[in-house]
């Protein structure tokens, strides 16, 4: 899946904190597929980024405001209540991303990987994890520089 397109008529964005991610499952999987173009398609990375893309084009970007997307209290409560998440794989995985609804634009902020799976009171734990990058700023939590930030990445 190439950034930026549109899906479902929405402006679809990564920002590179999540693209830094999904670049590492795509290479994974081209390396996998690159060993055993017979059975690359059984492995779990492969799995994975199928769901991504499901995720991605068939959740996300039907209804990006679904309150199955809001965290409650997981990023702590008040300014980190712009970020959605989506839950998949087993409920181990988080795809965080924020949405405008004037502009029609998602953007996808961060996804876990196997080093930071959800695991409730962890330091690796995805919210936890999170959490700390939105402290740093980065990804920023004000919209128009996460904007210029994703625009920027491609």
Request: net charge positive; proline share 5%; aromatic share 12%.
């Amino acid at each position: 899946m190439d950034f930026p397109q549109r899906v479902n008529g929405w402006a679809l964005y990564a920002h590179p904190c999540f693209q830094e991610t999904y670049d590492a499952l795509v290479a994974e999987v081209e390396t996998l597929k690159g060993k055993d173009p017979e059975n690359y398609q059984r492995k779990a990375a492969t799995k994975l980024l199928a769901v991504v893309h499901k995720v991605i084009e068939e959740h996300i970007t039907v209804n990006p405001s679904s309150p199955a997307f809001r965290h409650g209290k997981s990023l702590g409560s008040g300014k980190n209540k712009d970020w959605s998440r989506v839950k998949f794989g087993a409920g181990r995985y988080r795809l965080f991303f924020r949405y405008s609804e004037k502009e029609k634009v998602i953007i996808l902020g961060w996804m876990n990987d196997e080093n930071t799976l959800r695991t409730y009171g962890k330091k690796t734990d995805a919210y936890t994890v999170f959490s700390k990058m939105l402290k740093r700023g980065h990804p920023p939590a004000d919209w128009e520089t996460l904007t210029r930030e994703a625009e920027e990445t491609h």
